[in-house]
Antibody, heavy 123, light 108 residues
């Protein structure tokens, strides 16, 4: 069965960076884009961007351009999302989510989600 | 980007009741690429409906989706105890994909 397992909760100080991992199993990693979505009480659910696991190509939401970097390691079927210059507004639960099918690229519905990673930014 | 507005914000209902949730888009959603999710506290969203009306794998047939262009609905024909949760719509026809703010269905 398809599973996405994310790394554990993080606590960071303002100005720091955080890197969250998402390990995929139960399917072939490379054909399906992986997306990152965050959830905050104030902004709700918000798309950060996506990565093409086949070639590492990325597309980021304009709001996060310059602050977010998505990478992957195909040898261990794992994707990563790094967010820099953190502020308290970045306190959120971060989810990875797999695209509905292999022909969904920049946008998709998400049938599979990681369990979420709480990132807390506080001095 | 497309803004999705869900209504109402909260519904207080009893098990066995029928409920219809609304999701209105600020512009037409391409190819009816509209999804609905259910979320319970501490859990990731669960895909219920995609393509406006297709049920995801394993979703009971008491859940149905409808609508097109800018107006979409999610109907639960008969509320079960496990259906009390927050429901989100999402459009994925245009980048960036966007989500509504959610409708909470609570027990009356």
């Amino acid at each position: 069965q398809v599973q996405l397992v994310q790394s554990g909760a993080e606590m960071k100080k303002p100005g720091a960076s955080v890197k969250v991992s998402c390990k995929a199993s139960g399917y072939t990693f490379t054909p399906y884009y992986l997306h990152w979505v965050r959830q905050t009480p104030g902004q709700g659910l918000e798309w950060l961007g996506r990565i093409n696991p086949y070639n590492g190509g990325t597309s980021y939401a304009q709001k996060f351009q310059g602050r977010v970097t998505m990478t992957r390691d195909t040898s261990i079927s794992t994707a990563y999302m790094e967010l820099s210059s953190l502020t308290s507004d970045d306190t959120a639960v971060y989810f990875c989510a797999r695209a509905l099918a292999a022909d969904y690229y920049d946008t998709s519905a998400y049938p599979y989600w990681g369990q979420g990673t709480l990132v807390t930014v506080s001095s | 980007e497309i803004v999705l507005t869900q209504s109402p914000g909260t519904l207080s209902l009893s098990p066995g009741e029928r409920v219809t949730l609304s999701c209105r888009a600020s512009q037409s959603v391409t190819s009816s690429y509209l999804a609905w999710y259910q979320q319970k506290p501490g859990q990731a969203p669960r895909l219920l409906i995609y393509g406006a009306s297709s049920r995801a794998t394993g979703i009971p047939d008491r859940f149905s989706g409808g609508g097109s262009e800018t107006d979409f609905t999610l109907t639960i024909s008969r509320l079960e105890p496990e259906d009390f949760a927050v429901y989100y719509c999402q459009q994925y026809g245009s980048s960036p994909g966007t989500f509504g703010q959610g409708t909470k269905v609570e027990i009356k």
